[in-house]
């Protein structure tokens, strides 16, 4: 019977998938599990999202950091939950990810995902015990073309999230070091959006925005023009956003 090899503490039903998101500066990457099988006498290298059936003892959001910190090693990621998946054709599209799922004794029934979305500096990350499993990579996102079961389209819906998300919330900060360059701050921008932002009326905006300070440093030891440094106030953005309602 379908599901007979599922462990008796998680729920057959019901999974989350997360969608980690690694920001570099010049490119936004994604991180994949290389899943490999054989099937019908040819071997594959598919690539999924991370995921994992709930156990019957957490709530989701407590599955989805479970999932992140097997994965990573990281404690308190930032984690959004931004769809429910339950197409009864989400696992049919492919014959070959359905023999996966019974290679490992997962249900043949349509399972719900709860699908999260994450947002790393890679960069940042790396120096405070960011550690990949084996079978995990980053790829960068524009390069992706097909993904295990309907995990392409979370990603597609996860990255649309993602860009309201930078417009209406100060995401991108969390992203920055403390003091930045409107250099760097625009291609944050132009990164996660994958569009090219006009110099000028970006730096306009900007200097409308009054939890955006300038700061008396500039940059040292560069080839180019030192720029100046500018840094986000938390406290004046939640007044701000406050005083428009």
Known sequence: MAGLNVPENLNPHVSVDCVVFGFEFGKLNVLLIERNMEFEGKEYHDLKLPGDLVRKDEDLDTAASRVLKELTGLDNIYLKQFSAIGSPERLLRRPR???????????????????????????????????????????????????????????????QVLRTDLILNP???????????????????????????????????????????????????????????????????????????
């Open 97 to 159: 990810d359905m023999e996966w799922l019974r290679s490992i004794g997962h249900p043949e029934e349509i399972v719900v995902t709860i699908a999260y979305y994450s947002l790393l500096n890679i960069d940042q990350d790396k120096a405070s015990s960011f550690i990949l499993q084996s079978n995990a990579s980053w790829l960068m996102v524009s390069e992706i073309k097909e993904l295990a079961f309907d995990h392409l389209s979370i990603l597609e819906q996860a990255l």
């Open 171 to 245: 995401i991108a900060f969390e992203l920055l070091p403390a003091k930045f360059t409107l250099r760097q701050l625009q291609q944050l921008y132009e990164v996660i959006l994958g569009i090219k932002l006009d110099k000028r009326n970006f730096r306009k905006k900007v200097a409308n925005m009054p939890f955006i300070s300038q700061i008396n440093e500039k940059q040292v030891e560069v080839s180019h023009k030192p720029a100046q440094y500018y840094s986000f106030n938390r406290k004046i953005y939640i007044k701000t956003k406050k005083s428009l309602f």
